[in-house]
T-cell receptor, first 110, second 115 residues
Framework: QKEVEQNSGPLSVPEGAIASLNCTYS??????FFWYRQYSGKSPELIMSIYSNGDKEDGRFTAQLNKASQYVSLLIRDSQPSDSATYLCAVNIGDDKIIFGKGTRLHILP | DVKVTQSSRYLVKRTGEKVFLECVQDMDHENMFWYRQDPGLGLRLIYF???????EKGDIPEGYSVSREKKERFSLILESASTNQTSMYLC??????????????FGEGSRLTVL
């Protein structure tokens, strides 16, 4: 079965520091990768998508993809208390079927 | 803005009852999905549909069926509810990959309790 793996955390990061979230996936043929943020009691919302090897930056967020290592990461610079949430890694494993990791809980310490 | 509406936010049902969870999206998206979310297990795909009357099994389809008679509506059916189906159910929709980012738009969720 195709899988997406994440460390469940919680990951505690001081305010202003860089938070680093990691994800690995099993299906080598996957082409599209996503990071969703989910606040407690709310639905997930997309924050980053990445399709090719390398880095993609959007404001304080940087997604990194290494297809050879089957590894996706999300960096959050200048972490804020409002970044405290669960971060879900998602992978399109083909035919638009999107599966998720279990999520990493991030806690930003004021 | 894309809106995905799930008809019931909270439901309480008894074991053996038939349960319908309805989801409607207003952005003409081809793809629609049903996930369940449980603590420690994350989001797991139950079924998805890429067109009217088309459906594909996800990772945990057992005990569920779906219906997509119209493009905007995707229903999840529990033929005979069981206590292990107590969960948060999330519906989502998206454009096909290649047409857009493939972003999933989620509804607010339906919390089902089966007694």
């Amino acid at each position: 079965q195709k899988e997406v793996e994440q460390n469940s955390g919680p990951l505690s990061v001081p305010e202003g520091a860089i938070a680093s979230l990691n994800c690995t996936y099993s299906d080598r043929g996957s082409q599209s990768f996503f990071w969703y943020r989910q606040y407690s009691g709310k639905s997930p919302e997309l924050i980053m998508s990445i399709y090719s090897n390398g880095d993609k930056e959007d404001g304080r967020f940087t997604a990194q993809l290494n297809k050879a290592s089957q590894y996706v990461s999300l960096l959050i610079r200048d972490s804020q208390p409002s970044d405290s949430a669960t971060y879900l890694c998602a992978v399109n494993i083909g035919d638009d079927k999107i599966i998720f990791g279990k999520g990493t809980r991030l806690h930003i310490l004021p | 803005d894309v809106k995905v509406t799930q008809s019931s936010r909270y439901l309480v049902k008894r074991t053996g009852e038939k349960v319908f969870l309805e989801c409607v999206q207003d952005m003409d998206h081809e793809n629609m999905f049903w996930y369940r979310q449980d603590p420690g297990l994350g989001l797991r795909l139950i079924y998805f549909s890429y067109d009217v009357k088309m459906k594909e099994k996800g990772d945990i389809p057992e005990g569920y069926s779906v219906s997509r008679e119209k493009k905007e509506r995707f229903s999840l059916i529990l033929e005979s509810a069981s206590t292990n189906q107590t969960s948060m159910y999330l519906c989502a929709s998206s454009l096909p990959q290649g047409a857009d980012t493939g972003e999933l738009f989620f509804g607010e969720g339906s919390r089902l309790t089966v007694l």
